[in-house]
C-alpha cells in the first residue's frame, strides 16, 4: 500500500501544477487594443475583412477616390457569396484606414 500512495505523489504535484498554470493563463490581463490607437483596429478590421476572398491589398494599390468606387464592387461580390455586405462600422473602419494609407 505504501507504494501506490508514494506512486500517487508525483501525479498530484503534476495536477497542482496545472491547475496553477491555468489560473495564470486566465488572470493574465487583455492585452488587445490597449496598445495601440484607431490606426490599429482599422488595420485589423481591413485585415480581416478584405483577406477573406484573396490576399489583403496594399493600400497603395489605389487611390482613396478608387478604393470608393473598388468597395461596393467588393461588397457586391461578399453579397454574390452570401456573406452579406460590411456593416457599416465596418465600411467606416475600412475607408479610414485606406484614406490614411491609399496613395
Ligand atoms: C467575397 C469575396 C471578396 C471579399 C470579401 C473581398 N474581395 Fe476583393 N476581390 C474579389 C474578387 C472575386 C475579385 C476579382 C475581381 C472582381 O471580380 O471584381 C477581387 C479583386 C480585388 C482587387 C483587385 C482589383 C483591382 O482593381 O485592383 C482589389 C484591390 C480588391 N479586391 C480589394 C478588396 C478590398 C479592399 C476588400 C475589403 C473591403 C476586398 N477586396 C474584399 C472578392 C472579394
Redesign the pocket.
Known amino acids: 500500500m505504501a507504494a501506490l500512495s508514494e506512486a500517487g505523489a508525483p501525479g498530484r504535484l503534476l495536477v497542482l501544477l496545472f491547475s496553477l498554470g491555468a489560473v495564470a493563463c486566465s488572470s493574465a490581463p487583455p492585452t488587445g487594443g490597449a496598445v495601440g490607437p484607431a490606426q490599429t483596429l482599422r488595420t485589423q478590421v ?1 485585415m480581416s ?6 490576399a ?2 496594399h493600400p497603395k ?2 487611390s482613396y477616390a ?2 470608393e468606387l ?2 461596393p ?3 457586391q ?2 453579397e ?2 452570401g ?1 452579406g455586405e ?1 456593416s457599416d462600422q465596418d465600411r467606416v473602419a ?1 475607408l479610414s484606414y ?1 484614406k490614411s494609407n491609399g496613395r
Open positions: 481591413f475583412r478584405c483577406s477573406i476572398c484573396h489583403p491589398p494599390r489605389h478608387e478604393w473598388l468597395l464592387v467588393m461588397e461580390r461578399m454574390e457569396r456573406m460590411l475600412i485606406l
